[in-house]
C-alpha cells in the first residue's frame, strides 16, 4: 500500500512538473510573439554580406547575411518548431555556410542554393507563396513566422560551432529514429570526433514513417544499368537480403546474388529516405519499410524540436548533437 501511494505521489509530481514546463514554454512563445513585431528592417540587417550561386541559372547575387539566413533557416525548418529549435537551426545554418567560405568549396561564389550541395535557399517571397497556398497559413501565422525566425537568427548573432578551436561541418538533417548516424558509416569510413551518433528519441511526427515500392524489373535494370550487374536474375533478386547494420542501427548493406550493395548507394538509387529500413517481398515487388528521413548524420530537426520542447535550450540541442563542440562568436 505504501509502495503504491509513493509510486501516485511521484506520478503526480512528475505531470505537475510537465505542467509547470509546458506552460513555461507556452509563455515563452507568447512573449515571443509579442517581441517580434519590434524587429525592424534596419534592425535586422547584418554588416556583412555573402555571394550565392544560383545554379539553375549561373547568376551570383550578393546578399545580405542576414537575409540569406533567414531564406535558409525558413527553407530548412519550419517555423512552427520550438523557437530553440530555431535558434539551434540558425547556428548550425551560419556554421556551415562559415565552413563552406573557409574552405573555399564553390569556386565561383561564397555558397550556392542547391539543397543537395549546400543548404536550400528559397525566396522569401517564394516562401510565403508556398505557406499560404499549400500550407495553408494564415497572413498573421506567417508574418509571425518571419519574425520568430529574424529573432532567432539575431539572438544568435555571429555564434558558430567549433571544435578544437575549428568550424565544423554542421551537417543535419530531417529526423532520425532513435539514433543519429556516426559520419564513419556514411563517408568511406572517415573519422570525424564530433559526429558520432548519439541518442535522439523524437516526438510523433507525420511521414515519421515511408514505404518505396520498387518492382522486381525495375531493380534488375537499376542495378545492371548502373554497373552493379553484369546481369541478375529474379531468383537472385527475390533472395535479397539485409546483409548488416551500423552501430545506430541503420542498414549498412545488402547481399544480391552473392553481391554487396551499400544502403547509401541504395537510398540515391532508389530514393528511400533514410537507410534505416526493412525488407519485404510481396509478389514480385520488393518493399522498403523506412523509418526517419535523411542521412542522419548531425543534428535531427525533429529531434532538435522535441528536446527544445522539453525545455532545452538551443546550446543544449548543440551540444547534445555535436559531440565534444563549443558555441563561439565568429572572428
Known amino acids: 500500500m505504501k509502495a503504491r501511494l509513493a509510486f501516485l505521489f511521484f506520478a503526480i509530481c512528475f505531470l505537475l512538473f510537465l505542467i509547470v514546463i509546458s506552460k513555461s514554454r507556452k509563455d515563452e512563445e507568447v512573449k515571443i510573439n509579442e517581441e517580434v513585431h519590434h524587429i525592424s528592417d534596419i534592425e535586422f540587417q547584418s554588416k556583412d554580406s555573402i555571394t550565392l550561386l544560383r545554379r539553375k541559372t549561373g547568376k551570383i547575387e550578393e546578399l545580405n547575411l542576414n537575409y540569406y539566413m533567414l531564406c535558409v533557416v525558413a527553407s530548412e525548418m519550419p517555423f512552427k518548431f520550438d523557437f530553440e529549435a530555431l535558434k539551434a537551426q540558425a547556428v548550425v545554418a551560419r556554421t556551415y555556410l562559415y565552413n563552406k567560405i573557409e574552405k573555399n568549396l ?67 538533417h530531417s529526423s532520425s529514429y532513435m539514433k543519429t548516424e556516426d559520419a564513419r558509416a556514411i563517408w568511406n569510413h572517415e573519422d570525424v570526433p564530433y559526429l558520432r551518433s548519439v541518442d535522439s528519441v523524437e516526438n510523433p511526427y507525420d511521414n515519421s514513417e515511408s514505404e518505396c515500392i520498387i518492382s522486381f524489373i525495375k531493380l534488375k535494370n537499376t542495378l545492371i544499368d548502373k554497373g552493379y550487374f553484369n546481369e541478375l536474375n529474379m531468383e537472385d ?86 559531440t565534444g563542440v563549443d558555441i563561439t562568436k565568429i572572428n
Open 237 to 322: 533478386i527475390q533472395n535479397i537480403k539485409i546483409n548488416s547494420y551500423t552501430d545506430s542501427g541503420r542498414v549498412n548493406n545488402i547481399k544480391i546474388a552473392g553481391s554487396l550493395i551499400d544502403a547509401t548507394d541504395l537510398r540515391q538509387l532508389f530514393g528511400l529516405k533514410s537507410t534505416c529500413f526493412t525488407i519485404s517481398i510481396e509478389g514480385d515487388e520488393i518493399i522498403f519499410h523506412v523509418k526517419g528521413y535523411g542521412h542522419g548524420v548531425g543534428m535531427s530537426q525533429v529531434g532538435a524540436d522535441t528536446l527544445a520542447k522539453q525545455g532545452k535550450s538551443y546550446k543544449d540541442i548543440i551540444q547534445h548533437y555535436y
Open 106 to 172: 564553390e569556386d565561383v561564389a561564397d555558397v550556392c542554393d542547391d539543397y543537395s550541395h549546400c543548404q536550400a535557399f528559397i525566396d522569401l517571397n517564394d516562401l510565403e507563396r508556398i505557406w499560404k497556398e499549400e500550407k495553408k497559413y494564415s497572413d498573421e501565422e506567417i508574418m509571425i513566422g518571419e519574425e520568430k525566425i529574424k529573432k532567432a537568427i539575431l539572438d544568435t548573432d555571429g555564434e558558430i560551432i567549433t571544435y578544437d578551436g575549428k568550424i565544423i561541418n554542421a551537417l543535419f
